[in-house]
């Protein structure tokens, strides 16, 4: 557990960097990959100390130790202009009138996430010690203090995906034994560089810290699933980041402009004779296609990737491969036969070529693709050579691709059989482990692994739930010991499933003797694997568990019911969306940790009648009104500067500069919902000038007829197979932004601005006139995805024009068109829909009583027909779902909706909701992400429709309960508010009457409305 205290609970004058404050780095260089430094600064602290104060920030991250004890680690993310720096009561950490040590270790990344934007390497630190006697003393950064590498990481990992950071890769034998005490001897290690002081750019202005440190709270395994043998399979791993070698740092949608998003990556592949291998190549989210000699492969979208392997043909000698608009690319080739991979022929030293950029426009890329040999590539192309030396060490393709084998004395639990049956191996000279359950508890009692013949030990271990954090154990190995993991969410019909797209994975090679290791990475999992290799002598551990690190809540909401069912859902919702609260909102604790806005606001929502942690939900409104600044214009492409204003982006903070305008408008909502829970009204005030300022751009996007389109945006609303393009009317849209204008104007209300309130009003009138008028169909008696009549046609054709890309005919164009139960569904909870149509608007709503959902993309609408009905493809949409129906006052509907579909996953043993319902990525898997915050809707609605507990003024100055019974005999919660917890129980009588009993805090008005017995 960290010392430190969030900035709100401090009164702290020296609570700002001071003018000596410097950024330092270990050099001038500002583009260090990857790069991990150890920062140390001895100190002397008076003997009558009163108060220590340290301030600091890092570009990347930090991990911050004095005197040896760990104290904490950060930022939480922020932009550049706003980059976010912590705030630490050291005082109990520092020893008067002795030598003290402050020693930092800081990653630079140098390259994008979804929740970093790319800066430089570089440490700001400052300590401010006051005395008994009133004096103040401050130690800053700057070229006194030392700096040296941390060689313990490899950093030339691969990425663990594109939102995250970089594979783990440590070796213990590189450490600096005890380099974070104050006895350390660091005089051999070279003075930090300086780069500039506060202000210096990237970072022109800093934000202290406004949210409490997240959680570092123990949490042990539970359960030993296997242990057996694993073997690497035989043949030929390529993992590469061509992006490094070629000298761009292009990540993400459109980071490059039309025109310059092709390539191709080229090699031959020499083999002594005809053979067939099997290939693999392990998913990014890059479309794949790939060429061996006339053969292809490959898909659209990376959800349509397959577990099973291509078969490829290879003749005797040079074969063509090409690997087109793929930068991160790794793939396998299983072969027992010897073969090289060489482009040596076409430049110096290559074993690959790259040739980028290519126009994806005007036919260049298809032309260099589809050439009868590489030799006949134009000359002209530009090329560059990517050694073999590039290829990386990849523990994740490494892990999951080993075979597993049962052994005397070892076992495998039946849930992983069943699907992928062990071969046996006979003969073993020892059992692998012996006591493997000690590693679960933390005392003195050893699980010790034994060097194999015939393979390495693979031990895998259940934490009996979902949990995010950071793994750490406590061994005794021989120096060189490989210990690698790979963690994943769920074991399911199709056996292990590895988190694809996501390197879940570390290797640590161990020093000689007793020692513990605590991961640097955070990582959302539930199962651990771990294969031990190079062992020699046997490895003994002591204890293994994960430090659960989310924001510290309390669980100030409750929810119980007669019917079990609905009292677990609550309970898992409620979970869920904790794993999901990080420094923002995050959309899951594996495979992104993205602050996805358009999540948040449904994840907010749950938060505030499970949590009340109404702080993160301000912290989330704020993070994202800024990137509204002008100043995000000076770290995107230069293209995108150009292109057009943006909007809110969908991910904050991130270097792909995304935009989802569903998202933007929630983001709307999310702040007008927690002025309503909290009754902040100097909150108010910031969140309406974010708001304002994002509908009057929004208006910029009407076109002629009040329509919303935006051009070259991700239209997303559901995982379904709309018609939702990066352009077009899209009716969706429109719909949002009338209901969020609507919030707007009552923002305006209540600061009394009613001008602007009217002016809002006026402009949703507007849309939803536009919607009825443009986007209802009265063939199919429903509103339209995407409008396409001949306006939007005269538009598509001039836009096409204008980017030089393809034109479709009248026909192709109008084919397109979809009617969607997603669409419809939010035309009416927007208000958009007159008396007359929601008779036959409702039952695209009610369609989801059927629960045949069919998760899909917009992508995959092109396989759909006109006359087909989409239908909702997610939990996260039946949120709104359930939303409109309540509102329409058909609870029951709601109601059954929410307790079949969440128990679909409870019977399957969730611990946290999914992301998608069964079906939608294939492989006999049941979802991607296994624990996914926009799937807690029941957290929200069991609290505020069945126990009946809603605000009625703002900050609960006025509670309503107006419970809904359902099936239930009795419900009873609590909801937490600003002013105190209120407490509901309600019992069903059996004349029908709703016997209800409740506590509200001092000084709030209730209002009762029971039902009709």
């Not at 087109?324 to 690319?329: A, E, G």
Request: glycine share 6%.
């Amino acid at each position: 557990m960290t010392t430190a205290q969030p900035l709100a609970a401090q009164s702290n004058e020296n609570a700002e960097f001071s003018r000596e404050a410097r950024w330092v780095w270990g050099s001038d260089d500002p583009s260090e990959r990857n790069n991990w430094r150890y920062f140390r600064k001895k100190i002397a602290a008076p003997a009558a100390l009163s108060r220590a104060t340290l301030l600091i920030t890092a570009d990347s991250r930090y991990e911050l130790n004095i005197n040896g004890k760990y104290v904490g680690r950060g930022p939480a993310r922020g932009f550049p202009f706003a980059y976010g720096y912590d705030i630490y009561d050291v005082t109990p950490d520092l020893a008067g009138g002795e030598e003290n040590a402050i020693a930092v270790l800081v990653n630079s990344l140098d390259d994008y996430t979804m929740s970093y934007i790319r800066g430089r390497g570089g440490l700001l630190c400052e300590l401010v010690i006051e005395t008994a006697e009133g004096e103040i003393q401050r130690i800053s950064t700057g070229s006194e203090w030392r700096t040296t590498p941390a060689a313990t990481f490899n950093e030339e990992a691969p990425r663990i995906s594109i939102q995250l950071d970089f594979e783990e890769q440590y070796d213990a034998r590189q450490e600096l034994d005890g380099w974070t005490a104050a006895e350390f001897d660091d005089a051999g290690w070279p003075q930090a560089y300086e780069i500039g002081p506060v202000g210096t750019a990237p970072w022109t202005e800093l934000a202290a810290r406004t949210i409490p440190f997240l959680t570092e709270d123990p949490v042990a395994p539970v359960e030993v699933k296997a242990v057996e043998l694993a073997r690497p399979r035989q043949g030929y791993y390529w993992s590469l980041d061509v992006r490094y070698e070629s000298g761009t740092m292009r990540s993400g949608l459109r980071s490059a402009p039309p025109g310059e998003r092709g390539s191709i990556l080229f090699t031959e592949i020499i083999a002594p004779a005809d053979t067939t291998v099997q290939f693999r190549n392990f998913p990014s989210y890059d479309a794949f296609r790939m060429r061996i000699n006339d053969q292809q492969a490959g898909f659209e979208d990376h959800q349509d990737y397959s577990e099973t392997p291509y078969e490829m043909k290879l003749h005797a000698g040079p074969n063509l491969l090409m690997l087109q608009s793929m930068l991160t690319p790794t793939i396998f080739f299983e072969t027992d036969q010897e073969l090289t991979f060489s482009a040596e022929r076409f430049l110096p030293g290559a074993a690959w070529v790259f040739i980028s950029p290519l126009n994806e426009i005007n036919g260049e890329l298809d032309r260099a693709w589809l050439v009868a040999s590489l030799d006949d590539l134009p000359a002209g192309l530009p090329r560059m050579a990517v050694p073999a030396s590039a290829n990386k060490t990849d523990i994740f393709t490494l892990t999951a691709m080993q075979q597993y084998f049962a052994v005397p004395g070892g076992y495998t639990s039946y849930d992983i059989t069943r699907a992928t049956p062990r071969p046996t191996i006979e003969g073993t000279s020892k059992d692998p482990v012996d006591q493997p359950a000690n590693l679960l508890h933390d005392n003195d009692n050893w699980t010790t692994i034994y060097p194999q013949p015939d393979g390495d030990v693979h031990v895998l271990v259940d934490f009996g739930r979902e949990i995010i954090g950071y793994v750490q154990f406590d061994i005794d190995a021989a120096e060189g010991s490989i210990i690698d993991t790979n963690f994943f969410e769920g074991i399911d019909d199709a056996g292990i499933f590895w988190t694809w797209n996501l390197r879940n994975s570390f290797r640590y090679t161990a020093r000689e003797g007793r020692q513990t290791f605590k991961s640097h990475v955070r990582r959302g999992f539930r199962y651990g694997s771990f294969t031990f290799r190079n062992l020699g002598r046997p490895l003994r551990i002591r204890h293994l568990n994960t430090l659960l690190a989310t924001y510290p809540v309390e669980t100030k909401g409750h929810f119980a019911a007669s019917d079990e069912t609905l009292t677990k859902i609550w309970q898992v919702a409620a979970y869920t969306v904790q794993l999901c609260m990080l420094d923002t909102y995050v959309d899951c604790p594996a495979y992104e940790q993205v602050y996805w806005v358009g999540d948040a606001r449904n994840s907010a929502l749950v938060n505030a009648v499970a949590f009340g942690a109404y702080d993160l939900t301000d912290r989330c409104v704020r993070l994202t009104g800024q990137s509204l600044s002008a100043e995000l214009n000076k770290v995107k492409p230069t293209h995108l500067q150009t292109m057009r204003t943006h909007m809110p982006t969908s991910h904050v903070v991130s270097g792909w500069f995304d935009e989802i305008p569903m998202w933007s408008f929630l983001w709307v909502w999310m702040a007008w919902e927690n002025y309503w829970n909290t009754g902040d009204k100097s909150a108010l005030v910031d969140y309406y000038a974010y708001v304002k300022e994002c509908l009057r751009r929004c208006e910029l996007f009407l076109t002629d007829r009040d329509l919303f389109d935006i051009p070259d945006v991700w239209n997303l609303v559901d995982w379904a197979a709309q018609d939702l393009e990066r352009d077009g009317e899209v009716i969706s849209n429109t719909a949002l932004m009338a209901q969020s204008l609507d919030y707007a104007a009552r923002m305006a209300t209540e600061l009394g601005l009613s001008e602007e309130a009217e002016a809002h009003t006026a402009l949703a009138a507007r849309l939803r006139k536009a919607v009825n008028t443009y986007g209802w169909s009265e063939q199919y008696q429903g509103y339209v995805d995407t409008v396409r009549d001949e306006y939007a046609y005269e538009r598509h054709v001039k836009l096409t024009q204008e980017r030089g890309t393809k034109t479709d005919t009248w026909e192709e164009f109008q084919a397109k068109q979809r009617i969607s139960e997603p669409t419809n569904t939010l035309v009416l909870q927007s208000n958009v829909v007159p008396a007359e149509r929601r008779e036959a608007v409702l039952r695209f709503v009610l369609a989801s009583k059927a629960g045949k959902f069919i998760g899909s993309s917009p992508e995959w609408a092109r396989n759909g027909k006109p006359d087909e009905i989409v239908p909702v493809g997610s939990p996260w949409f039946l949120f709104f779902t359930l939303e409109t129906l309540f509102n329409e006052g058909m609870s029951a509907d709601a109601l059954t909706i929410l307790r079949e579909q969440w128990n679909r996953m409870l019977e399957k043993g969730a611990t946290t909701f999914w992301e998608t319902f069964p079906g939608f990525i294939g492989n006999g898997h049941w979802s991607r992400s296994l624990c996914h915050g926009w799937s807690a809707a029941p957290g929200y609605f069991l609290t505020t429709r069945v126990l009946g507990v809603t605000p009625a003024a703002p900050g609960y100055k006025k509670i309503r309960i107006a419970p809904q019974p359902f099936h239930l005999k009795w419900a009873n919660g609590t909801v937490p508010t600003p002013h105190g917890p209120v407490n509901v129980s309600w019992r069903l009588k059996e004349d029908g009457q709703l016997d209800l009993e409740y506590n509200a805090p001092e000084g709030c008005e209730v209002e009762v409305i029971l039902p009709q017995a």
